[in-house]
């Protein structure tokens, strides 16, 4: 694979993450910019806390969606992943997280939203998804047990994303002794600093007994002026 194509790929993951499903949606449907309520976020928790689950769940499809869709550019590629050929199996994935890691960022800090968008958990489930289906849907079930019993958001994705390493290095690679590429190990583990780092806000809050917990809301929780 040549590095103009390489480079070409990783821009436009950027740019796939780059697009602020929150923020669009919540200025084209509700004409109102969601970083400016609640939490400040544009991420699909502050969407539903501010206008409800039905602006919430296309944000959260559609930014699970750029993950996966990011991911899925490697096969614009001659790469392929061959469990018996560890080399090229670590050369796959570790391009695969390369795209992965691109998405998350321009999620993060997107191009086209003065650089301030959400905490890229939806985003990244997207990527571990396209990576690595197994450990996610696991990851996937840790949090939906969380998010049942304590109904935050955000402790759920705190403990999820610590699991995710768990599930990759000792689990699969250890117990059941599936080999996993180094890259794809190293990464779980960024995956879940990464999802300490963005959510430092919420552990203060957690700590202090004054982090929200999630309401399903039919109608949206503060005024949208009419156009």
Known sequence: ????????????AYLIGS??????????????????HGSNNAGATNVMRILGWKAAAPVFVLDFVKGVLAVCLIYFTSLEKD???????????????????????????????SFRGGKGVATTAG???????????????????CLLITRYVSLSSIIAAIFLPIIVIVLFDLVIGTYEPLMLEI?????????LIT???????????TENKIV??????IEIPKK
């Not at 998804?129 to 939906?144: C, K, N, Y």
């Open 1 to 12: 694979m040549s590095v103009i194509l390489f480079i070409a790929l990783i821009i436009v």
């Open 19 to 36: 697009i602020s499903n929150a923020l669009w949606i919540g200025k084209v449907c509700f004409n109102t910019d969601v970083r400016e």
């Open 83 to 113: 469990p018996t050929d560890h080399f090229e199996a670590n050369t796959f994935v570790s391009f695969q997280i390369a795209l992965g890691v691109a998405v998350v960022l321009g999620h993060i800090f997107p191009l086209y939203a």
């Open 127 to 145: 990527v571990v998804l396209a990576t690595f289906p197994a450990a996610m849907l696991i990851v996937l079930s840790i949090f939906l047990i």
């Open 187 to 195: 990464f779980s583990v960024l995956v879940t600093i990464t999802i």
């Open 199 to 209: 959510h430092r806000k919420n552990i203060r809050r957690l700590r202090d007994g």
């Open 216 to 221: 399903i809301r039919k109608n949206p929780s």
